[in-house]
């Protein structure tokens, strides 16, 4: 399968603890980014990388949320002490920044359940 | 919250018949896509209408655009069960890449 993988597909924490996410990207796409999508609601924008470089960040990226893209290819998302409103899924998605579309691939998500 | 609106919320059809999906947006763009949902699967694009643009198809889809009124509709013609899933419209990329997300339909076709 060449597409976008992410893992887990499911986490439960209890409220306080950490979490990391793994986000692997199409192979090629140098593009990757991370939204978050509540019960009801469409996806909201969280962070993107071009390569290694993190561009751009939203404001509901808060301290307890750090993204990294060390060698340019796969992507972790960690939420340090989780609370009950972190509950959420969590995708990724990657892109060629070349292409004129920019269509956006989407993983099938990281579902996040703070007890 | 930057998101725009999507009208209706829900939307139930029968088979054969025609699903329209309308979704208003916020900021000036260079293009806007529409994205399908299904449940346990991620987001599938489905077409991109770029801001010069006025119509697109795509098959049984097909897609208007009015920036004057900051609007944009999506029509399914002759809607399938396999239609059943939540559509979103998305604003962009514009700079930076980002996607811009609609609240959502969520179609339902009853065989």
């Known amino acids: 399968d060449t597409g976008v993988s992410q893992d887990p597909r499911h986490k439960i924490t209890k409220r306080g603890q950490n979490v990391t996410f793994r986000c692997d990207p199409i192979?090629?796409?140098?593009?990757l980014y991370w939204y978050r999508q509540t019960l009801g609601q469409g996806p909201e924008f969280l962070t993107y990388f071009q390569n290694e470089a993190q561009l751009e960040k939203s404001r509901l990226l808060s301290d307890r949320f750090s993204a990294e893209r060390p060698k340019g290819s796969f992507s972790t998302l960690e939420i340090q002490r989780t609370e009950q409103g972190d509950s959420a899924m969590y995708l990724c998605?990657?892109?060629?920044?070349?292409?004129?579309?920019?269509?956006?691939?989407f993983g099938p998500g990281t579902r996040l359940t703070v007890l | 919250s930057q998101q725009g609106e999507e009208d209706p919320q829900a939307l139930s059809i029968q088979e054969g018949e025609n699903a329209t999906m309308n979704c208003s947006y916020k900021t000036s763009i260079n293009n806007l896509q529409w994205y399908r949902q299904n449940s346990g699967r991620g987001l599938v694009h489905l077409i991109l209408?770029?801001?010069?643009?006025r119509e697109k198809h795509s098959g049984r889809l097909r897609v208007t655009l009015d920036t004057s009124k900051k609007s944009s509709s999506l029509l399914i013609t002759a809607s399938r069960a396999a239609d059943t899933a939540s559509y979103f419209c998305?604003?962009?990329?514009?700079?930076?890449?980002?996607?811009?997300f609609g609240q959502g339909t969520e179609l339902s076709v009853k065989p």
């Open positions: 998605a990657s892109s060629l920044a070349s292409q004129s579309v920019n269509e956006q691939f």
């Open positions: 998305a604003e962009g990329p514009n700079q930076g890449g980002k996607l811009i």
């Open positions: 209408i770029r801001s010069n643009e």
């Open positions: 192979s090629e796409h140098n593009r």
